[in-house]
C-alpha cells in the first residue's frame, strides 16, 4: 500500500479575498486568541475526507469531476461563532451571512460523490464557517462575540477545490491537489 494523504473539500478564498478579509479582521479584531490560522490556510470545509491511498484520491478526484453544481454563487461572511460553545470554545469562526443554502447544497453534492467513491458518511451535520483560530485549553469568547464584529464581505465561489494536509514543522500547510468549476 502506497503513502496515505490527508485530504478534504473546501471553497477556497482567492488571494484577492483573503488579503481584503484578513485587513478587515486587522482593522476589526486585532488580537485574536488561540492559535490564529494564518490567512493562507482560509478556506470553508465542504468535507474532512481523511487518509486517503493514491488509488481512493483518483476514485475521489473522478467522483467530484462529475459534480453537476447550479454554477457560481456568492457568499457574504458575517459574525464570529465558536465550536463547541462561546463560554468554552476551541475554534473561533466566522460565520456566513448570506449564501448558506447554496453553500449547504454543494456541500451535500460534495457528500453524495464522496460516498459513491467509497468513502464512509460524514456523521456531522454541515454546518459551514471559516475558522479562525483554535483554542488549546478550551476559552470563554463570549466577550468577543459579544462585541459585534461583522466582516461584512462578499466573497465569489465558483470552484471547489481537494486540498491535502501537509503537516511540517512551520505547522500544517494546505496543497491544492485539484480544482473543480462550478
Known amino acids: 500500500m502506497g503513502d496515505l494523504r490527508r485530504l478534504f473539500v473546501a471553497v477556497d478564498l482567492g488571494n484577492e479575498a483573503r488579503h481584503r478579509l484578513a485587513a478587515v479582521i486587522a482593522a476589526g479584531l486585532p ?3 488561540g492559535a490564529v490560522v494564518p490567512p493562507a490556510n482560509w478556506h470553508i470545509t465542504l468535507r474532512f475526507v ?3 491511498s ?3 484520491e483518483d476514485r ?4 467530484l469531476s ?9 457568499l457574504r461572511l458575517g459574525r464570529l461563532g465558536a465550536f463547541p460553545r462561546a463560554a468554552k470554545a476551541t475554534v473561533l469562526w466566522l460565520g456566513i451571512e448570506e449564501g448558506q443554502e447554496h453553500l449547504a447544497s454543494l456541500a451535500h453534492q460534495v457528500e453524495e460523490h464522496i460516498q459513491a467513491a467509497g468513502f464512509s458518511a460524514e456523521d456531522r451535520p454541515f454546518r459551514g464557517h471559516l475558522t479562525l483560530s483554535r483554542l488549546r485549553p478550551a476559552s470563554d469568547v463570549r466577550s468577543i462575540l459579544d462585541d459585534g464584529f ?3 464581505m462578499t466573497v465569489p465561489v465558483g ?6 494536509s501537509i503537516l511540517g514543522r512551520g505547522g500544517t500547510r ?3 491537489v485539484d480544482r473543480f468549476a462550478l
Not at 159 to 164: G, S, T, Y
Request: aromatic share 12%; charged share 20%.
Open 31 to 33: 488580537i485574536l486568541p
Open 50 to 52: 481523511g487518509s486517503a
Open 54 to 56: 493514491a488509488a481512493e
Open 60 to 63: 475521489l478526484l473522478f467522483a
Open 66 to 74: 462529475e459534480i453537476d453544481s447550479e454554477g457560481p454563487f456568492e
Open 150 to 152: 461583522n466582516a461584512g
Open 159 to 164: 470552484d471547489i477545490v481537494v486540498f491535502a
Open 174 to 176: 494546505y496543497e491544492a
